[in-house]
């Protein structure tokens, strides 16, 4: 059974920083693709950012390029997310995920994912 859980998510107001952490059990953390998607009330999840197997490739969405910055710990099973300049419109529930090894911006590329922690930015 793998398990996910999220941490990190809080009240922030605009401009200022977060780390959400995540960590995974319940399988080799090293073999697999990390990935951070968020859901905005009344809106569809969208991808913001994933890491490989090897920490070495990773992706984020335009929305998030040079503000966010996704990074692994192997030896700890946990990934993380840094949020800096944060906006009011980052205001999300985030979720974390495990996916296939080269797994990239797409949900279904995931298998488990976490319940989320909310984020929310003020103006």
């Known amino acids: 059974q793998v398990q996910v859980v999220e941490s990190g998510g809080g009240l922030v107001q605009a401009g200022g920083s977060l780390r959400l952490s995540c960590a995974a059990s319940?399988?080799?953390?090293?073999?697999?693709?990390m990935g951070w998607f968020r859901q905005a009330q009344g809106k569809e999840r969208e991808f913001v950012a994933s890491?490989?197997?090897?920490?070495?490739?990773?992706y984020y969405a335009d929305s998030v390029k040079g503000r966010f910055t996704i990074s692994r710990d192997n030896g700890q099973n946990t990934v993380y997310l840094r949020m800096n300049s944060l906006k009011p419109e980052d205001t999300a529930v985030y979720y974390c995920?495990?996916?296939?090894?080269?797994?990239?911006?797409?949900?279904?590329?995931?298998?488990?994912w976490g319940q989320g922690t909310q984020v929310t930015v003020s103006s």
């Open positions: 319940g399988r080799t953390f090293s073999r697999y693709a």
């Open positions: 890491v490989n197997w090897s920490g070495r490739t990773t």
């Open positions: 995920a495990v996916g296939a090894p080269d797994a990239g911006t797409s949900q279904w590329e995931y298998d488990y």
